[in-house]
């Protein structure tokens, strides 16, 4: 008998292509994935797992907690957009830099980044091919709340020396940087992000391609995610009006 093969995704930008392990898997018709003669079938699930398959209560109640990370984050957008609206542009960056912020807050979800759901707040947000300028909330389930400013491109270029000036603040507060060479890794281990240096020079900043300063809060620090993440999102306007 000739075997079918069928791919699927469980996902969209949350996994690796198809030639590759990840959400995509090959089927065959008449052995299930693989041959696991004599083996347990990766498709058997151990007791625990039955527990949870046949009670949909815990899907209600993350979807629950999904729901209200977004809410969360509803309400921060107001407060952000009144913060960047309100803040006091040096002139060299008042033409420009205020109307990033009219595209207008952006909430995203998904279900798989590093296996995990997320819930994503762009407020600014300009994402081109060359230039980038956002700041960036996240929500991701088990490990923790994040603010991130993403520069690349001319907006670094331009915003690097008011950065300069205010790195200690910036450290303060417990930004780290970026040193991953992925521009969209957002794990903030010792792997990819460092702490900030007050004694950083311009040069080190301005030699990557883009540059990512991020901060966290715990999620067991959840009821007041919203003044911790809005003073962060202040901290890094305070620096970018430096």
Known sequence: MNKAKI???????????????????????????????????????????????????????????????????????????????????????????????????????????QGLPWVVLDHPRLFAREDVLAIRTLFWWGHYFSVTLHLKGKYKDLLIPVIRQRITLLAQAGFHMGVSEDEWRHELDSDGYLPLQKDMDTETLKERVFLKLSAKCGLDRWDEASSVLLELFRVLVGVLTA
């Not at 994935?33 to 209560?57: R, S, Y």
């Not at 960047?84 to 952006?106: D, F, H, V």
């Open 7 to 113: 791919q699927f995704s469980s996902g969209h930008n949350e996994g690796v292509g198809p030639e590759e392990e990840g959400i995509y898997h090959k089927i065959s018709m008449d052995g299930g994935i693989g041959n696991h003669k004599g083996i347990d079938a990766p498709w058997t699930i151990a007791a625990e797992e039955m527990d949870l398959v046949k009670d949909p209560g815990w899907i209600f109640r993350k979807n629950a907690i999904v729901r209200k990370a977004i809410d969360l984050f509803s309400g921060l957008a107001g407060e952000m957009t009144a913060e960047w609206e309100n803040a006091r542009w040096p002139s060299s960056l008042a033409e420009w830099l205020p109307a990033i912020g009219k595209a207008g807050p952006k909430i995203s979800k998904g279900e798989n980044y």
